[in-house]
């Protein structure tokens, strides 16, 4: 029992092996680079990793194998400060791998091998690191585990017993297996998703005001957040805000959903607004995408000399 926690988070736990091409690729094509890059990632690695870098006392749930990449994962991950306690080791699984081809402009394409994340299940004990904390967040990758997602909704279930607020980026179920979108129906106040994860929910070409109303209802949250790249994003609650991106120079993008999602979170715990939520997670998106690797994450000072405009949120608490 950890009292300082504030935000606990589930999710997969990775090694990134980052390739830069200087073209876009074709089928059969061979490139030969000179350089790659061995950073660290992972939904959960990522968001948790974010929001100790705001100050936020965070813990992670997750599995990584016993292994070089278990060893790696783990260490960068108490050296971000992220409580890791609870992280399970598995013997006979691998730890997550995800390739990463960068293109000149910054996108991504992403190959992944979830290992040991795949196999995470759910203790006893770990459910008693709820009543200490204020937040969960879980990824909705770990809804396509080994154990059908039954840890996720055991993990919302109690959340909402003992009146946690939580999120879930619908990220991996929206577009796999949308029915197991609404089987956290009433569990999570926050759903997150991108642009192309709400339509395929919808089974829709296009987003209308009476289309996300209907899948906020859907999902009977609190509000709905639809991440919209360039364009920022947009919050669903009674009335449909969008909050415009910051515009910035971008590296890389690899990471920049789950560092919006850390900002979002951040606001939550701050009391914020959900627009005002929003923001900070535009922001932190934002800041992130300038760099390499998906832990560019900046610290409350990084991030207000970059919008200096975010003062009168973050400091008037």
Request: proline share 2%; net charge neutral.
């Amino acid at each position: 029992m950890i009292e300082a926690i504030q935000a606990l988070v589930l999710g997969d736990i990775n090694i990134d092996l980052v390739f830069k091409v200087d073209r876009d690729l074709k089928s059969g094509d061979s490139i030969a680079l000179r350089r790659t890059m061995i950073l660290y990632g992972g939904v959960g690695g990522n968001i948790s990793s974010a929001l100790a870098k705001l100050g936020v006392p965070v813990a992670l749930l997750g599995a990584v194998g016993e292994d070089r990449f278990g060893d790696l994962a783990l260490r960068e991950l108490r050296k971000n400060g992220v409580n890791v306690t609870y992280v399970r080791r598995i013997a006979e699984e691998f730890t997550g791998v995800n390739v990463v081809l960068l293109d000149p402009s910054g996108e991504r394409t992403m190959i992944c091998a979830r290992g040991a994340n795949a196999a995470y299940r759910l203790r006893g004990n770990e459910l008693e690191l709820l009543r200490e904390v204020r937040h969960l967040h879980i990824s909705g990758y770990m809804m396509l585990n080994d154990d059908g997602g039954a840890s996720c909704i055991r993990l919302l279930s109690f959340a909402k017993r003992w009146d946690v607020s939580t999120s879930m980026d619908l990220e991996g179920i929206a577009l796999k297996d949308p029915r197991k979108a609404f089987k956290v129906k009433g569990l999570v106040d926050y759903p997150l998703m991108n642009e192309f994860e709400a339509r395929s929910l919808l089974r829709a070409e296009k987003l209308n005001e009476d289309k996300v109303k209907s899948l906020k209802e859907a999902l009977e949250s609190k509000a709905l957040l639809i991440k919209l790249g360039e364009k920022g994003c947009m919050v669903v609650e009674d009335e449909i805000q969008v909050i415009p991106a910051y515009r910035v120079k971008v590296l890389d993008s690899t990471g920049a959903g789950d560092a919006f999602n850390a900002g979002f979170i951040y606001g939550l715990l701050r009391g914020l607004r959900i627009s005002d939520s929003a923001k900070i997670g535009n922001a932190l998106g934002a800041y992130k995408c300038m760099g390499l690797g998906a832990r560019h994450h900046p610290s409350i000072r990084q991030l207000l000399g970059l919008f200096p405009e975010l003062a009168e949120l973050i400091l008037e608490m």
